[in-house]
């Protein structure tokens, strides 16, 4: 016998690994429906994402401040939530904006 040479492994039955039988559904609405109710949202998942977060460079153009007084704003204020994630600091819009057009 020769150690060279190997067996030939057993012909595969089927070549088809995807199950055809799941995917061609009687009713294809079925697995629409399923897949749209089930399907989370998230808000970057549209082409033009919404601005849920300002930055604080952002804020202080809007409020035509100078940086340092954003920056001693958001440290100081309980008006509207900041968030500090990591080293950034992030202020959520919906808050901000409510508390801008309250002021104004």
């Known amino acids: 016998m020769n150690n060279n040479q190997f ?3 057993e012909t595969v ?3 088809d ?3 055809k039988h799941l995917s061609n559904d009687s009713n294809p609405t079925t697995m629409e429906a399923v897949t ?3 399907a989370v949202k998230s808000p970057t998942d549209s082409p033009k994402a919404r601005i849920l977060v300002y930055t604080v460079e952002e804020v202080a ?16 204020t309980t008006e ?4 500090r994630v990591g080293g950034s600091i992030r202020i959520p819009k919906d ?6 057009y309250r002021a104004a």
Not at 61 to 76: T, W
Not at 80 to 83: A, D, G, K, S
């Open 61 to 76: 153009q809007m409020l035509a401040i100078s940086l340092r007084s954003a920056y001693n704003l958001c440290n100081s």
């Open 13 to 15: 039955k089927s070549s």
């Open 95 to 100: 808050g901000f904006d409510a508390w801008l």
């Open 17 to 19: 690994y995807t199950n």
């Open 80 to 83: 509207f939530r900041v968030l």
């Open 36 to 38: 749209q109710t089930n």
């Open 7 to 9: 067996t030939v492994p």
